[in-house]
Structure formats: C-alpha cells, structure tokens
Nanobody, 127 residues
Framework: QVQLVESGGGSVQAGESLRLSCAASGLTSPYWSMAWFRQVPGKEREGVAGLDPEGTRIYAPSVKGRFTISKDNAKDIVYLQMNDLKPEDTAMYYC?????????????????????WGQGTQVTVSS
C-alpha cells in the first residue's frame, strides 16, 4: 500500500525559505513519477514541480528559479525546496506519486497523472 506523508509546512515572511518533505512508503521501485501540487480554497489544484523516473524536472512558470524538487532514493523522500517565497505561494501543498512515466512532459504536472496522494501540508507566506 502506497502512503505519502508530507511535512515541513509553516508560516513564513515573504522572501524566506521552506523545505517540504514527502516520505513515501510502499513504492514498488525507485522509478516512479513524483510531484508537488498546491491548492488554494476555491481554486483548482496546481502542479508546482515534477520529477520523472529518469530524473527530468519540470516546474510551473510561477515557481521556476525559486523552487527545486529532489528525491533521496535511498530513503524514498521527495523534497521541495522553496526559496524567495511570495504571498501568492500560500496554499496547501500535496505530494503525489504514480508508477507511470511522462518523460518530463507537461503531463508530469497534471493531477490526473497521479493515483497516490498525501494529505497535504499548509504553507502560509505573509507580506
């Protein structure tokens, strides 16, 4: 059974940094697509950063250059390093995983590409 548990959210000031972690268990191999999404109440869930099994990273334009996704294969932990945070980054952040590969394409950031989800961790950025 696949389980994803996020941690690392919190409240910060604009310009500060946070690192989110997603501890994964039950993955059948290290070659899964992993991604981070975020959602604000009343809005659709947005793909933020994705990592395909070959190591290709893809980012939403709104976070490119500020956020970095990485994975520790030995520990099955996916990280999202978020720098220079802005108030518009405020959201619930979710980790997602799927055994399918999307070649680093735009499908890597679609929520319909993932079958497994964590429960989320809240990030609040104040100005």
């Amino acid at each position: 059974q696949v389980q994803l548990v996020e941690s690392g959210g919190g409240s910060v000031q604009a310009g500060e940094s946070l690192r989110l972690s997603c501890a994964a268990s039950g993955l059948t191999s290290p070659y899964w697509s992993m991604a981070w999404f975020r959602q604000v109440p009343g809005k659709e869930r947005e793909g933020v950063a994705g990592l395909d099994p070959e190591g290709t990273r893809i980012y939403a334009p709104s976070v490119k250059g500020r956020f970095t996704i990485s994975k520790d294969n030995a520990k099955d932990i996916v990280y999202l390093q978020m720098n220079d945070l802005k108030p518009e980054d405020t959201a619930m952040y979710y980790c997602a995983a799927d055994p399918r590969a999307y070649g680093g394409s735009w499908q890597t950031l679609l929520d319909t590409s993932y079958n497994y989800w964590g429960q989320g961790t809240q990030v609040t950025v104040s100005s």
